[in-house]
């Protein structure tokens, strides 16, 4: 089984282009299953769907949420087609075996003013403070991911045009950019950055203060540490800030196909969540909804 996991791992990489993230998940989930029929002695090549449906169940007993197994369910699938496909196995055992119901969350969302409050935080008087402004600005302006935005180079920001280009695998997408984020991310990128970064080859935006890449988790730790500075009693995630990205925008009129498109969601269905936040009035481009455009 070891082979055909390296082999399948290797097929998605190479084929599909898709994400780190999204290779990564796979392979937790396929190894995960590796272990499972390994300790219960069961062939992965000739395992029925009683046994698919055993191990699904397995998984809710050990306390995996119903997106979880939902996902492993779906990664498994892949890796069974994939089988097929070079003639490994001869049938698919996840084959009409349904996905657990996944219940949508109402995602968590700053009010405008909470918005405001936060974004006030980062001083522009220091390196640290024009990176973080620059860069809470950009997170609320964008409605990016915190993977994405680490992952930018200086290269997909166009500040004469005013967009930034955000690569997702194969696919790719531009999203305005605001005029107060425009304005915090020249001063970074044409003071602060050029003093932080130590090498000129670096391509990263957003560095730290030794000059290298900003990790997902040093995202996470500014946004905790401004929260903190602002007294807001929500907790507050880069996730956060995108969800109220999406709500400022749908409350202020923007059309969903348009969220939908600046927030990379190839459904929309995971756009229409923020529907129930909607308010009647203005239907206008990007400009006029965002709040700080």
Known sequence: MEKQIKSFLEFIQNEKKLSDNTLQSYQRDILQFEEYVEENRINYAKITQEEMKAYLKHLQEIGKKASTISRN????????QYLIRVRKVKHDPTEDIQS????????????????EL??????????????DKAMLEFAYATGMRVTEIISLNVEDVNLEEGYVTCKQGAK??????????????????????????????EKALFVNVNGRRLTRQGFWKIVKYYKEQAHITKDITPHVLRHSFATHLLQNGA???????????????????????????????????????
């Open 118 to 131: 936060l974004l006030e935080q980062p001083k522009n008087v220091d390196l640290k403070g024009a990176r």
């Open 100 to 115: 657990p119901k996944v219940e949508k969350r109402v995602p968590s969302v700053l009010t405008s003013q909470e918005v």
């Open 172 to 201: 790719q997408r531009n999203i305005p950019l605001g005029s107060l984020s425009l304005k915090a991310l020249k001063e970074y990128m044409n003071d602060a950055r050029k003093v932080l970064i130590k090498n000129d080859k």
């Open 255 to 293: 059309d969903l196909k348009a969220i939908q498109t600046m927030l990379g969601h190839s459904d929309i269905s995971s756009t229409q969540v923020y529907m129930q936040f909607q308010d009647p009035g203005l239907k206008d481009v990007y400009q006029k909804a965002h709040p700080r455009a």
């Open 73 to 80: 369910l779906a990664s498994l699938r892949s890796f069974y």
